[in-house]
């Protein structure tokens, strides 16, 4: 079945270095890809929406230039934590929807999410 | 924007009983209700969904119920077993449009099933 991978499952940084995640569409293509942060026993919250060859938008409240979103080609899209802070410590989620006909039929997949320590 | 509520925050049955998980949502423009079941380290993992052109849907042990006019929906799991044990969430979205994929999520129960 459709696989959404995302890398790597776990990375530990430093306080204000970058880190780079990525989210691939292994076996279908995707149009739209979707950031989500989760925090301990807390629920998804959406962060950005990334669409191919265009801009991400962000939901309010997310900091564009801290989170940074690249979906330059319709199986990879990046998101890049710049600066990070222990704050930033979180599980990072993306689903992707794959491109069919009719986009009400288009499924959607996540990823197996990013563990985030920064220490 | 829209709001999930969901409940209860944790469930705890034996194995064979029924558990129910109930959800409301506030944007009546929403016609797209999946749920998910995510265990420890793991990402959502969709187990059914349901549209508003539907009242109910069954998947073998599991079924979903939407009453578009009270806006909420419920999870039954029917025969729980173990494996059943995870966090289970709700998600209310508009299916069609750039806003399809933009999900909104309930708070999640804790679901534990007993030997």
């Known amino acids: 079945g459709a696989v959404v991978s995302q890398h790597p499952s776990r990375v530990i940084c430093k306080s204000g270095t970058s880190v780079k995640i990525e989210c691939r569409s292994l076996?279908?293509?995707?149009?739209?890809m979707f950031w989500y942060r989760q925090f301990p026993k807390q629920s998804l919250m959406l962060m950005a929406t990334s669409n191919e060859g265009s801009k991400a938008t962000y939901e309010q409240g997310v900091e564009k230039d801290k989170f940074l979103i690249n979906h330059a080609s319709l199986t990879l899209s990046t998101l890049t934590v710049t600066s990070a802070h222990p704050e930033d410590s979180s599980f990072y989620i993306c689903s992707a929807r794959a491109l069919l006909v009719t986009v009400e039929n288009s499924p959607l997949h996540f990823g197996n999410g990013t563990r985030l320590t920064v220490t | 924007g829209e709001n999930v509520e969901q409940h209860p925050s944790t469930l705890s049955v034996q194995e064979g009983d029924s558990a129910v998980i109930k959800c409301t949502y506030s944007d009546s423009a929403s016609n797209y209700f999946p749920w998910y079941k995510q265990e420890l380290g793991k990402g959502p993992q969709l187990i059914i969904d349901i549209r508003s052109n539907v009242g109910e849907k069954k998947d073998q042990r599991i079924a979903v119920t939407l009453n578009k006019t009270a806006k909420h929906f419920s999870l039954h799991i029917t025969e729980t077993q173990p494996e059943d044990s995870a966090v289970y969430f709700c998600a209310a979205s508009k299916s069609s449009g750039t806003s399809y994929g933009k999900l909104t999520f309930g708070q999640g129960t804790i679901l534990t099933v007993h030997p």
């Open positions: 076996d279908f293509q995707a149009t739209t």
